[in-house]
């Protein structure tokens, strides 16, 4: 349950102005409006006891009436920075988006009979993209979802067709530029075919250092026998607010298999929600996160076996400095139906600071009879034997505990499947460690 | 090359002193072994050498090549030319041996004012010397020590001492756990690397090493000091009679 508090009047004003100035038609004006009413019924939840969900997070800072949507046009963004500055690979189908607005411009999508990949606002009236968007993040199912609904404007709708396969992988890059205080509300939703197999990635670059707030929902439907392989980029700034909400429908047989990334914002939240709602579906979510200074994320993943044979991992692993904290919440569900349901969980932390904290926990929650699950989670410093071992080869310390760093988050990054997005994190890792290592104790 | 002089050392933050007066000299080309009974202090020595932070050296000098290394970090030690063969190697996730040994043999090469070697000649040496130490090329895919079988781990740590080609190799009981095949390979990497300019320490419990590698001197360690010094001969006698005559020599001091 999450509690009303007093809020800043800017979001009520805001989402007038925008229902005034960027109308649309009827089906989603009412779909805005409903996010908007529960919104305005229950602003932001607080970070009070007894409050399960969001105990760790403290989100006064949006409280305060100072995030303000856009309205204007989006700064302008060269192709070179893009490819600079984010995950970019002209063989992607790239669809961008500047400060939340859709850039036909800088976007790359190839014709391809068997994926349509288009800005939410021409799907208006695509019947796939009515039944199932707010379907799984529904617009009243917590204060963000109700925020991201509320300003609907500009997003991305990918559509995979029935046993479609091979397409180049499909980039939803959201970009924000320079600007304080700026709030933007990415949407996506991706729906795959029968037996069709695509790569999506979701990217979310800050090409400045104010602080934004940036509150996506992504929705993957994936239907019968189809395979989505998923990855999420976070790396905006360490000012910036990210609150990102993912919901995932299985169908049987079906395969979801995410990596997601963090480099830590002020403060942000992962939080990802799984419904293998049919037999035999399966689904690995795997995450990497780093934060130093005061920063604070949280990942927020849960999985839910609604029906027998299904298989899921959560494997998720943190790198924590300064006075940072992390929370790695993770559950698993299985209900009574979920015979023969597989799960396992593990979360394993390297500490660098005694002033770093990370919460972490995993849970199981079983109501079938024929399972078979594990769960762990570590939280440990750089282990002095191994420091030891390191600089007995003439190695020092600092360049000992690097590459202890990088080899603990390489298990994750290894993971990711596509080129052009694995060099990406790997190269923000490797940027990222001196400055963790200067806030190591 | 090694001097030694009454060298006392506890472990961290306890009055436990290991070593009590220990004093040795290794010259240069000469293969020393030390040998003792169990909780002699004989790991402790070698642990000593490189600087493990878990002990406190109270009294006494090391000298290598006639510089005090004791205020030195291990890393410096290292690239001065000491290395330790280690008796239980440190599992390094996510680091496979290929990188672990590039980046030591860069700073070594770094501390001797030469460039790294390119990836295509270090790589060049990597698989020779994979080969020749005997390991498996699939196991040095995976991340260093991980999942290694004792004598795995140690045939990974000669593969380390032979590209690392240090001045003074001290092997912690690298003999314990292997089988005769494996005590082979560890012998021929040795006798491979003897040259008059390196020198070695080989700590051990069992005289069977020694049959494969032949010391110059022989040191008996009991109870944190050295109580006979000598030829091959003294190897012989610990295997025939075991520690027992020097224990009760050692008591009755």
């Given at each position: 349950?999450?509690?009303?508090?007093?809020?800043?009047?800017?979001?009520?004003?805001?989402?007038?102005?925008?229902?005034?100035?960027?109308?649309?038609?009827d089906?989603?004006?009412?779909?805005?409006?409903?996010?908007?009413?529960?919104?305005?019924?229950?602003?932001?939840?607080?970070?009070?006891?007894?409050?399960?969900?969001?105990?760790?997070?403290?989100?006064?800072?949006?409280?305060?009436?100072?995030?303000?949507?856009?309205?204007?046009?989006?700064?302008?963004?060269?192709?070179?920075?893009?490819?600079?500055?984010?995950?970019?690979?002209?063989?992607?189908?790239?669809?961008?988006?500047i400060?939340?607005?859709y850039?036909?411009a800088?976007?790359?999508?190839?014709?391809?009979?068997?994926?349509?990949?288009?800005?939410?606002?021409?799907?208006?009236?695509?019947?796939?993209?009515?039944?199932?968007?707010?379907?799984?993040?529904?617009?009243?199912?917590?204060?963000?979802?109700?925020?991201?609904?509320?300003?609907?404007?500009?997003?991305?709708?990918v559509?995979?067709?029935?046993?479609?396969?091979?397409?180049?992988?499909?980039?939803?890059?959201?970009?924000?530029?320079?600007?304080s205080?700026?709030?933007?509300?990415?949407?996506?939703?991706?729906?795959?075919?029968?037996?069709?197999?695509?790569?999506?990635?979701?990217?979310?670059?800050?090409?400045?250092?104010?602080?934004?707030?940036?509150?996506?929902?992504?929705?993957?439907?994936?239907?019968?026998?189809?395979?989505?392989?998923?990855?999420?980029?976070?790396?905006?700034?360490?000012?910036?607010?990210?609150?990102?909400?993912?919901r995932?429908?299985?169908?049987?047989?079906?395969?979801?298999?995410?990596?997601?990334?963090?480099?830590?914002?002020?403060?942000?939240?992962?939080?990802?929600?799984?419904?293998?709602?049919?037999?035999?579906?399966?689904?690995?979510?795997?995450?990497?996160?780093?934060?130093?200074?005061?920063?604070?994320?949280?990942?927020?993943?849960?999985?839910?076996?609604?029906?027998?044979?299904?298989?899921?991992?959560?494997?998720f692993?943190?790198?924590?400095?300064?006075?940072?904290?992390?929370?790695?919440?993770?559950?698993?569900?299985?209900?009574?139906?979920?015979?023969?349901?597989?799960?396992?969980?593990?979360?394993?932390?390297?500490?660098?600071s005694?002033?770093?904290?990370?919460?972490?926990?995993?849970?199981?929650?079983?109501y079938?009879?024929?399972?078979?699950?594990?769960?762990?989670?570590t939280?440990?410093?750089?282990?002095?034997?191994?420091?030891?071992?390191?600089?007995?080869?003439?190695?020092?310390?600092?360049?000992?505990?690097?590459?202890?760093?990088?080899?603990?988050?390489?298990?994750?990054?290894?993971?990711?499947?596509?080129?052009?997005?694995?060099?990406?994190?790997?190269?923000?890792?490797?940027?990222a460690?001196?400055?963790?290592?200067?806030a190591?104790? | 090359?090694?001097?030694?002089?009454?060298?006392?050392?506890?472990?961290?933050?306890?009055?436990?002193?290991?070593?009590?007066?220990?004093?040795?000299?290794?010259?240069?080309?000469?293969?020393?072994?030390?040998?003792?009974?169990?909780?002699s202090g004989?790991?402790?020595?070698?642990?000593?050498?490189?600087?493990?932070?878990?002990?406190?050296?109270?009294?006494?000098?090391?000298?290598?090549?006639d510089?005090?290394?004791?205020?030195?970090?291990?890393?410096?030690?290292?690239?001065?030319?000491?290395?330790?063969?280690?008796?239980?190697?440190?599992?390094?996730?996510?680091?496979?041996?290929?990188?672990?040994?590039?980046?030591?043999?860069?700073?070594?090469?770094?501390?001797?004012?030469?460039?790294?070697?390119?990836?295509?000649?270090?790589?060049?040496?990597?698989?020779?010397?994979v080969?020749?130490?005997?390991?498996?090329?699939?196991?040095?895919?995976?991340?260093?020590?991980?999942?290694?079988?004792?004598?795995?781990?140690?045939?990974?740590?000669?593969?380390?001492?032979?590209?690392?080609?240090?001045?003074?190799?001290?092997?912690?009981?690298?003999?314990?756990?292997?089988?005769?095949?494996?005590?082979?390979?560890?012998?021929?990497?040795?006798?491979?690397?003897r040259?008059?300019?390196?020198?070695?320490?080989?700590?051990?419990?069992?005289?069977?090493?020694?049959?494969?590698?032949?010391?110059?001197?022989?040191?008996?360690?009991?109870?944190?000091?050295?109580?006979?010094?000598?030829?091959?001969?003294?190897?012989?006698?610990?295997?025939?009679?075991?520690?027992?005559?020097?224990?009760?020599?050692?008591?009755?001091?």
């Amino acid at each position: 349950m999450t509690l009303a508090t007093a809020r800043g009047e800017k979001y009520a004003a805001d989402f007038k102005a925008l229902t005034e100035s960027r109308p649309v038609g009827d089906w989603m004006a009412e779909l805005r409006q409903r996010g908007w009413d529960h919104f305005d019924s229950i602003g932001f939840p607080t970070a009070r006891r007894g409050n399960e969900l969001w105990k760790y997070t403290n989100l006064a800072t949006l409280d305060r009436g100072k995030f303000g949507f856009q309205l204007d046009e989006p700064n302008s963004v060269s192709a070179e920075v893009l490819r600079e500055r984010a995950p970019w690979s002209d063989d992607w189908n790239t669809l961008v988006f500047i400060d939340g607005r859709y850039s036909k411009a800088l976007s790359q999508v190839s014709s391809d009979d068997g994926v349509q990949a288009l800005n939410l606002t021409d799907a208006e009236n695509n019947e796939t993209f009515r039944k199932n968007l707010g379907l799984h993040a529904a617009a009243d199912e917590n204060a963000f979802s109700a925020l991201n609904t509320a300003f609907l404007t500009d997003g991305a709708f990918v559509q995979i067709s029935d046993n479609h396969e091979g397409t180049s992988p499909i980039h939803l890059l959201f970009v924000t530029t320079p600007a304080s205080f700026r709030a933007t509300y990415p949407r996506t939703l991706v729906v795959a075919g029968t037996n069709s197999r695509a790569t999506v990635m979701e990217s979310y670059i800050g090409l400045g250092d104010e602080r934004g707030f940036t509150a996506p929902v992504a929705e993957y439907v994936l239907n019968s026998g189809s395979g989505i392989d998923h990855y999420r980029v976070l790396v905006e700034n360490e000012e910036s607010f990210h609150i990102g909400i993912t919901r995932v429908y299985q169908s049987d047989n079906s395969t979801f298999t995410s990596t997601s990334f963090a480099l830590g914002p002020k403060i942000g939240r992962n939080d990802v929600h799984v419904l293998l709602d049919a037999p035999g579906a399966e689904c690995t979510l795997n995450g990497l996160y780093l934060t130093t200074g005061d920063q604070h994320m949280d990942n927020h993943i849960s999985t839910t076996h609604a029906k027998p044979h299904g298989t899921s991992h959560q494997f998720f692993k943190g790198v924590l400095s300064g006075n940072s904290r992390a929370v790695f919440s993770g559950r698993v569900l299985v209900e009574k139906d979920a015979q023969k349901t597989q799960a396992f969980q593990k979360d394993l932390n390297l500490i660098l600071s005694h002033g770093a904290e990370i919460d972490t926990k995993p849970s199981l929650e079983i109501y079938a009879d024929d399972v078979q699950c594990a769960h762990g989670a570590t939280a440990g410093h750089t282990d002095p034997e191994t420091l030891f071992y390191m600089q007995a080869r003439g190695i020092d310390k600092v360049t000992a505990q690097a590459m202890l760093m990088r080899g603990f988050a390489s298990e994750i990054v290894d993971l990711i499947g596509v080129d052009g997005i694995r060099d990406y994190v790997h190269g923000v890792v490797e940027e990222a460690i001196p400055r963790l290592q200067a806030a190591a104790d | 090359m090694l001097q030694v002089t009454d060298l006392h050392a506890s472990v961290l933050d306890t009055d436990n002193e290991i070593l009590k007066g220990l004093s040795l000299s290794i010259g240069a080309g000469e293969v020393h072994a030390i040998m003792g009974p169990n909780g002699s202090g004989k790991s402790t020595f070698a642990n000593v050498l490189l600087g493990r932070p878990d002990y406190v050296v109270n009294s006494g000098t090391v000298r290598f090549d006639d510089e005090d290394i004791l205020g030195l970090f291990p890393d410096q030690r290292a690239l001065r030319g000491l290395f330790l063969a280690f008796q239980y190697p440190a599992e390094i996730p996510g680091v496979r041996p290929w990188q672990f040994l590039k980046a030591a043999l860069d700073a070594k090469r770094a501390y001797a004012g030469e460039k790294p070697l390119s990836v295509r000649d270090f790589s060049k040496l990597f698989d020779e010397k994979v080969e020749a130490v005997g390991i498996d090329p699939d196991l040095v895919k995976r991340s260093l020590n991980e999942g290694f079988s004792g004598g795995e781990k140690k045939r990974n740590e000669m593969l380390q001492l032979e590209m690392l080609e240090p001045r003074l190799a001290i092997l912690d009981e690298t003999d314990s756990g292997l089988d005769v095949d494996a005590l082979k390979i560890v012998a021929e990497g040795v006798n491979n690397l003897r040259s008059p300019d390196r020198s070695f320490l080989i700590v051990t419990h069992y005289q069977r090493l020694l049959n494969y590698i032949k010391p110059d001197v022989v040191h008996i360690l009991v109870d944190g000091r050295i109580v006979e010094t000598g030829g091959p001969d003294v190897a012989m006698s610990v295997e025939n009679h075991g520690y027992e005559q020097y224990i009760k020599a050692a008591a009755a001091d």
